[in-house]
């Protein structure tokens, strides 16, 4: 008799949990800056009177290059983390 309680306590104790039910799906879209979504103009190309002169356009065009990449670089850091 001990033994057939043992037995179905066991049992009772290798019930499978309720399945949990989604009832509400949310949809979260993620705000980007509005500062993100543009870029510096290029600046004008010169008249190449002189190397120096080609060389800050060279600059100044790096400049509007690496700034916009690094708009890019954020947003995808945005969209990459999970949400809290």
Same mark, same amino acid.
């Not at 499978?16 to 039910?21: I, L, R």
């Not at 190397?51 to 100044?60: E, G």
């Given at each position: 008799?001990?033994?057939?309680?043992? $037995?179905?306590?066991?049992?009772?104790?290798?019930?499978?949990?309720? @399945?949990?039910? $989604?009832? +509400?799906? %949310?949809?979260?879209?993620? +705000?980007?800056?509005?500062?993100?979504?543009?870029?510096?103009? =290029? @600046?004008?190309?010169?008249a190449?009177?002189? %190397?120096?002169?080609?060389?800050?356009? $060279?600059?100044?065009?790096? +400049?509007?290059? =690496? $700034?916009?990449?690094?708009?890019?670089?954020?947003i %995808?850091?945005?969209?990459?983390?999970? =949400? =809290?």
């Amino acid at each position: 008799m001990i033994r057939t309680m043992l $037995i179905a306590l066991l049992l009772a104790g290798c019930a499978a949990p309720k @399945p949990v039910t $989604i009832t +509400k799906i %949310q949809l979260v879209e993620p +705000k980007v800056p509005p500062g993100l979504l543009t870029c510096p103009n =290029s @600046p004008v190309v010169p008249a190449a009177t002189s %190397q120096a002169v080609v060389a800050n356009y $060279i600059v100044a065009l790096w +400049k509007a290059g =690496s $700034i916009c990449r690094d708009h890019l670089a954020a947003i %995808q850091h945005m969209l990459a983390r999970p =949400s =809290s």
